[in-house]
């Protein structure tokens, strides 16, 4: 816990305090961080420096260890209280609690059995309680959203790096979350792909969605992010407006060195 | 050739087809059945139960199914399991078969990757649905092969159910080989009962693995 532990009043997800570690390597420590509803929160920062596992914890993909990641105060898979060492939440519970926030990963891990349309309409038929039919309609539109409307009886495997992203954005906008989480979304993609999807997400942003990236591509957090959070071997060095960290001279020296080799490539 | 003979044993023969049939189809189902349920249980628990499971399978896996049979039909009364042959032997089978079937589930969960569950768990659906909806048909694509092999090795497996006097084909021919001195006619008549099991089921292994293909490499124009 830090002295800064109240958070503005329109905080989707707060993390205080919040740190995890592998055996003795310490991946994330001490990390202080407030999600604004209808923003977009880019997480930026080197290698290894735990942007993904902060983003995996905000869902207890990753079971954090220390600390507390609330969404709307309610604490995130452990149980709320003061017994030690802490109790995970029911299944149950858990599955409510992620319901709330979609996530798009790195490899879009789209199921490969399904047409684009069964990938967006399973959740609704198992998890929403849809019929089919709903669970189509409801699917099409989602894809409709994402420009892909006309590949929706396509299976992934005819599809294109970032027709396939783009379908795993429908499927975590269609169940209606709270907030998506974005895991390097155009990482796996091949240059001239990335475009199509920072567009969609550039559409999502405006249509005010809760967002929050790791990423790579510098344009879309200097351009379409709300806040730009950096880390470096697992701790927050800043969470401010983009202008702060993409200035000409950052006062922070991890950032000016870690924007410098973005300065050396033409990318910023 | 004496014809005759398998006119006068021919129900005999067909009989023992049916009981070799009843016990293959239902202790092998059964045997798949439990080894699904071995692996899943293995997916999900901790190191003690999987110390157990990893016991059973060793266990199970380290007898020959002879010995499990005797253990079973002759030494089931003394702890008050009285079974008849067929019963033994259809028991018998799903246990025998398990083990085997569970460690080619437990291959193929983990021949689908993590982020597959991991795309399931973050859509809030339930350990079952995402085995039942997302990883059982995707594993299907690679232990197709495997799980019609080894039926295919059960169904030959069957003839050993003869030593508990269960009245299956091997049983029937013998019978029949020793009361009229002849043996070529009547075993080359129950090697082509198997082979046709086995045809059988080859040819349904094959159009399991079509089935659970399709979706590959499927270009649309």
Redesign the interface.
């Known amino acids: 816990m830090t002295e800064n532990s109240s958070s503005p009043a329109n905080a989707l997800i707060t993390a205080r305090g919040l740190g995890k570690h592998y055996g003795t390597f310490q991946a994330l420590s001490g990390i202080d961080l407030d999600i604004l509803k209808s923003e977009v929160t880019c997480l930026i920062g080197p290698s290894g420096s735990g942007k993904s596992t902060l983003l995996r914890c905000l869902n207890f993909l990753e079971a954090y260890d220390e600390g507390e990641v609330r969404i709307d105060g309610q604490l995130v898979g452990w149980q709320d209280g003061k017994a030690s060492p802490r109790k995970p939440v029911s299944a149950t519970k858990l599955r409510e609690q992620r319901r709330q926030v979609g996530m798009v990963f790195q490899q879009f891990n789209l199921w490969p059995h399904m047409t684009a349309a069964q990938n967006v309409a399973e959740a609704l038929v198992q998890v929403k309680g849809l019929s089919k039919a709903e669970a189509r309609d409801k699917a099409i539109l989602a894809l409709a959203r994402v420009n892909l409307r006309d590949k929706a009886d396509n299976h992934p495997s005819a599809l294109s790096g970032g027709q396939q992203q783009r379908v795993a954005i429908a499927r975590a906008i269609a169940m209606e979350p709270r907030v998506v989480l974005f895991d390097e979304p155009t990482s796996a993609l091949d240059p001239e792909l990335v475009g199509e999807v920072l567009n969609v997400m550039r559409d999502l942003a405006a249509d005010g969605m809760t967002m929050v990236v790791v990423t790579h591509e510098m344009g879309f957090a200097a351009h379409v992010a709300n806040r730009v959070a950096f880390l470096d071997h697992g701790k927050l060095v800043a969470c401010v407006p983009p202008d702060e960290i993409f200035r000409q001279d950052p006062a922070d020296p991890r950032i000016r060195s870690f924007l410098q080799t973005y300065r050396e490539r033409n990318v910023v | 050739m004496e014809l005759d003979l398998f006119i006068r044993y021919g129900p005999a023969l067909l009989s023992g087809f049916g009981i070799t049939v009843l016990c293959w189809i239902v202790g092998s189902l059964g045997g798949m059945g439990l080894g699904f349920l071995i692996a899943c249980l293995y997916q999900w628990s901790g190191s003690w139960g999987r110390a157990c499971l990893q016991a059973y399978i060793e266990a199970v896996r380290g007898t020959p199914f002879m010995i499990q049979l005797f253990i079973l039909y002759y030494g089931g009364p003394s702890f008050g399991l009285l079974l008849s042959p067929v019963q033994a032997g259809i028991f018998g089978f799903i246990i025998y078969g398990s083990p085997y079937f569970a460690e080619i589930f437990r291959a193929g969960f983990q021949a689908v ?1 993590t ?2 569950f ?10 079952w ?1 995402i085995v039942r ?2 990883v059982l ?2 594993m299907l694509v690679s232990i197709t092969a495997p799980l019609t092999n080894f039926m295919i090795i059960l169904t030959k497996e069957t003839a050993i159910l003869s030593v508990v006097t269960v009245p299956e084909l091997l049983f029937e021919t013998q019978t029949m080989a020793a009361e009229t001195f002849t043996y070529i006619e009547p075993f080359l008549a129950l090697s082509l009962f198997y082979w046709a099991m086995v045809e059988f089921t080859s040819w349904l292994g094959r159009r399991v693995e079509r089935h ?1 293909t399709r ?6 124009p």
Do not use: L
Not at chain 2, 118 to 127: F, H, K, S
């Open positions: 990757p982020g597959q991991e795309a399931a768990r973050c859509c809030g659906m339930t350990e649905t909806r997302i048909p995707q659970v979706h590959q490499n499927r270009q649309t």
